[in-house]
């Protein structure tokens, strides 16, 4: 099934905004050739639309395909799709009110996902969504220790679903992370938050213990609403940076 076929109609623009979050996030360096980000499809909630097996930073809008909520391909077959579209068939399958999910091997999170005691937390603003710890997902837990740490079946999928539980993101033990979202802008955003807050947490390791903020201090949103002009702001710089319309 084509992208237009599958899209159909308001989620045409969808298609766009796709592409736009494969580039911008591609671009900006959180995307390597093996990370991918997805989005619900909003008029059928049990399938979601994915780019074939492709740099995310080289993604088309023909490059996007349709998935159902085992990480089969809706319609008739198509292109070599991404190996671990599973991560995201299993997060839409265990989260209704996730619209948007990227996995991706953040060079800034690795450390944290094999560290046996630093945890990713709260430290500076960019890093509201790490709460008082991100879990991390051990692939061996379950599935024992002869796995290439890649998610290959629906079944370990689901696994690393219920470890992110009701949060934004996960790691994955010595592989990388996922973060779900609202919509593929809160995603973006989130991703690049994660990325900052992990650096930031790094860099503050060298220099001693930190002030730690108020929960009343990261509670409160940058923005006075979430789809406020502050988000258009950064979707439009974003967009920009990574050469695509916003």
Do not use: K
């Not at 060079?107 to 603003?125: G, M, V, Y």
């Not at 024992?144 to 690393?160: P, W």
């Amino acid at each position: 099934m084509s992208a237009d076929e599958a899209a159909g109609g308001p989620s045409g623009r969808l298609v766009d905004e796709l592409v736009a979050a494969n580039r911008i996030l591609g671009h900006e360096g959180v995307l390597d050739a093996y990370g991918h980000v997805s989005v619900r499809h909003p008029e059928h909630p049990e399938w979601f639309l994915l780019s074939r097996a492709r740099s995310p930073e080289y993604v088309e809008a023909a490059d996007i395909m349709t998935f159902d909520l085992d990480g089969a391909v809706v319609g008739d077959g198509g292109p070599v799709p991404y190996i671990e579209r599973f991560i995201h068939a299993a997060v839409y399958g265990e989260r209704p009110d996730v619209g948007a999910v990227c996995h991706n091997h953040a060079l800034a999170i690795l450390p944290f996902s094999i560290a046996r005691e630093a945890t990713l937390h709260r430290t500076i603003n960019a890093a509201r969504l790490f709460g008082d710890g991100v879990p991390v997902w051990d692939i061996a837990d379950e599935f024992g220790t002869s796995t290439d740490l890649l998610v290959r079946s629906i079944d370990q999928g689901r696994a690393l679903a219920r470890r992110l539980g009701a949060g934004p993101v996960a790691l994955m033990r010595g592989h990388g992370s996922v973060v779900a979202g609202e919509d593929l802008v809160s995603v973006v955003r989130a991703c690049l938050d994660m990325e900052r807050g992990a650096r930031a947490q790094v860099d503050l390791l060298a220099l001693g213990p930190p002030v730690r903020p108020t929960d009343a201090e990261l509670a409160a949103p940058p923005d006075p609403s979430p789809g406020g002009p502050g988000r258009d702001r950064e979707w439009e710089r974003l967009c920009r940076r990574a050469g695509v319309a916003s």
